[in-house]
């Protein structure tokens, strides 16, 4: 799959006229819960040529391809990266921090001590707590639900409990979130489902686990009401951003 993805980089590049500076993984993957038949969300960050930056008519700053049941590829231009690193855009950090890495670039190992000096909190625990609320919302309620679905409630809802204790991004791998910040009465419980996650279906269905649920429900109202008292973050200029745009350009 690795080549697959790598030959499936150079054609964009080629079919493109682009370069591109960061190509990651972004999905269960990355976040170390892939099931059997789990596909590759391929992620990335690319530049074109200086010229096309000048003209009035822009070329559109995202490249996606279409879906197939193995691959999942899209990616953005450079100057919509940094734009979105300016407003705090967690998708932006998370990409940065994928520990699987397809291609990586001098630029990107410069974007990544930048980056944490645009991470803001509010807008990350908001993010987070937003996701974990739809999709309690959409999958946690029936009589029975699909096993993986609980990792996409669990991990925002963990990721927010690490942001309110540390101040930083969370990690991408849910091992780490889970021995940071899970409680020691649903380790067992939880390591229990990962692993049936892992080895079984994407489409696997298991009966609702209360207790878990009780603690989602729970940490969601939490989390909420620490949000709400948190302050608004500074904003951050754009000088260094600007200097990484032109680096990404004139490299």
Same mark, same amino acid.
């Given at each position: 799959?690795? @080549?697959?993805?790598?030959?499936?980089?150079?054609? /964009?590049?080629?079919? @493109?006229?682009?370069?591109?500076?960061?190509?990651?993984?972004?999905?269960?993957?990355?976040?170390?819960?892939?099931? !059997?038949?789990?596909? #590759?969300?391929?992620?990335?960050?690319?530049?074109?040529?200086?010229?096309?930056?000048?003209?009035l008519e822009r070329v559109r700053d995202v490249i996606e391809l279409p879906i197939n049941?193995?691959?999942?590829?899209?990616?953005?231009? *450079?100057?919509?990266?940094?734009?979105?690193?300016?407003?705090?855009?967690?998708?932006?950090?998370?990409?940065? +921090?994928? $520990?699987?890495? #397809?291609? &990586?670039?001098?630029? =990107?190992?410069?974007?990544?001590?930048? %980056?944490?000096? #645009?991470? +803001?909190?509010?807008?990350?625990?908001?993010?987070?707590?937003?996701?974990?609320?739809?999709?309690?919302? @959409?999958?946690?309620?029936?009589?029975? *639900?699909?096993?993986?679905?609980?990792?996409?409630?669990?991990?925002?809802?963990?990721?927010?409990?690490?942001?309110?204790?540390?101040?930083? !991004? $969370? $990690?991408?791998?849910? &091992?780490?979130?889970?021995?940071?910040?899970?409680?020691?009465?649903?380790?067992?419980? *939880?390591?229990?489902?990962?692993?049936?996650?892992?080895?079984?279906?994407?489409?696997? %269905?298991?009966?609702? /686990?209360? %207790?878990?649920?009780? #603690?989602?429900?729970?940490?969601? =109202?939490?989390?909420?009401?620490?949000?709400?008292?948190? $302050?608004?973050?500074? =904003?951050?200029?754009?000088? @260094?951003?600007?200097?990484?745009?032109?680096? =990404?350009?004139?490299?």
């Amino acid at each position: 799959m690795r @080549e697959l993805i790598q030959q499936t980089l150079c054609d /964009i590049e080629e079919h @493109e006229n682009c370069r591109i500076l960061l190509a990651v993984e972004s999905g269960s993957r990355a976040w170390g819960f892939a099931s !059997p038949d789990s596909d #590759y969300d391929v992620r990335f960050i690319y530049v074109r040529p200086k010229e096309s930056y000048l003209k009035l008519e822009r070329v559109r700053d995202v490249i996606e391809l279409p879906i197939n049941d193995v691959l999942d590829v899209n990616g953005w231009d *450079v100057d919509k990266t940094l734009k979105l690193l300016h407003s705090s855009n967690p998708t932006v950090f998370e990409w940065f +921090s994928s $520990p699987v890495v #397809y291609r &990586s670039t001098e630029f =990107a190992e410069r974007f990544k001590p930048v %980056m944490l000096r #645009y991470f +803001s909190s509010k807008k990350g625990l908001w993010h987070y707590l937003h996701m974990a609320e739809s999709n309690c919302r @959409e999958f946690l309620k029936g009589e029975e *639900v699909k096993a993986k679905k609980y990792f996409y409630v669990l991990r925002p809802v963990l990721a927010c409990r690490w942001i309110l204790e540390k101040g930083t !991004p $969370p $990690p991408m791998l849910f &091992s780490e979130l889970m021995k940071s910040q899970l409680p020691f009465y649903l380790k067992s419980t *939880v390591c229990g489902l990962l692993e049936l996650k892992i080895n079984s279906p994407e489409i696997k %269905m298991i009966p609702r /686990i209360d %207790m878990l649920n009780e #603690y989602l429900d729970k940490s969601i =109202a939490e989390i909420k009401e620490q949000i709400i008292g948190l $302050p608004e973050s500074t =904003a951050q200029g754009w000088e @260094e951003l600007d200097s990484l745009f032109l680096s =990404a350009l004139d490299a």
